[in-house]
């Protein structure tokens, strides 16, 4: 929990897979936490703290004229059944700093992570990056990425090259996060390492591949303790 930022539920998972099968129960770990019984860990040290109740949720116009809404969404997509649908996002950097963000694609699904740094915001260098991806996967990119599903953000504004690479592209309504929910979570796991402020120039793509590999790696508990990358990998085998 404190050197590799696992939750205390991720972290009973990891240790059930270690052999520790009956250490003890997840609101038993939290009452030591809360009671201070670790010497180094205490409830500040908890990746999620507990957080105001939103306002509710108001669906907005998409602004977008071009491409497609996410109201045209198939119903499959929208729960879950099919592998192979993706949310994408951006993770900013330092303001005022160098120019320098993360473009985070999140799989529906299995909820398998690709993250990869680029030199600024705007839509030349998302449509590059992902220009690269699909060259990656000549033959399979469409079966991998059948859908991406983004916010209003002018980064993401040119839906016709985006879809020359064999994807569909979706518009999320505007101020409509909910929407896009595993990149939220996702951007949380992230921040967890790069606090709001941090000016990615000085993280090396190394650093950025191996938190990639932490986050497809991490224990999940909505699928009892598997991790993204074994879940993926089973959905690609039968898709």
Not at 201 to 218: D, F, P
């Amino acid at each position: 929990m404190k050197q590799e930022k696992y939750s205390p539920v991720a972290t009973l998972y990891e240790a059930k897979q270690e052999g520790y099968a009956d250490l003890f129960c997840v609101k038993t770990l939290y009452n030591y936490i809360h009671g201070e019984v670790f010497l180094d860990y205490t409830a500040k040290d908890l990746p999620y703290q507990k957080e105001r109740r939103k306002t509710a949720k108001r669906a907005k116009r998409i602004r977008k004229k071009d491409g497609r809404s996410i109201e045209e969404r198939e119903e499959g997509i929208n729960q879950r059944e099919e592998f192979g649908h993706w949310e994408m996002d951006m993770v900013v950097g330092k303001q005022g700093g160098s120019q320098e963000c993360l473009l985070v694609l999140t799989e529906r699904k299995s909820r398998k992570q690709i993250i990869r740094k680029i030199e600024n915001k705007k839509s030349e260098s998302v449509c590059k990056e992902i220009a690269k991806i699909a060259k990656q996967y000549p033959k399979t990119f469409g079966k991998r990425f059948k859908s991406i599903t983004v916010d209003n953000g002018s980064e993401f504004m040119d839906a016709e090259r985006l879809e020359s690479y064999g994807t569909i592209i979706y518009y999320a309504h505007s101020y409509s996060s909910w929407e896009r929910g595993s990149n939220e979570n996702a951007n949380r796991l992230i921040r967890r390492f790069f606090k709001k402020g941090t000016d990615f120039k000085a993280v090396t793509k190394k650093r950025i591949q191996q938190l990639e590999e932490w986050m497809n790696n991490y224990p999940r508990k909505m699928f009892q303790g598997r991790t993204a990358k074994e879940y993926y990998q089973e959905l690609l085998l039968v898709s």
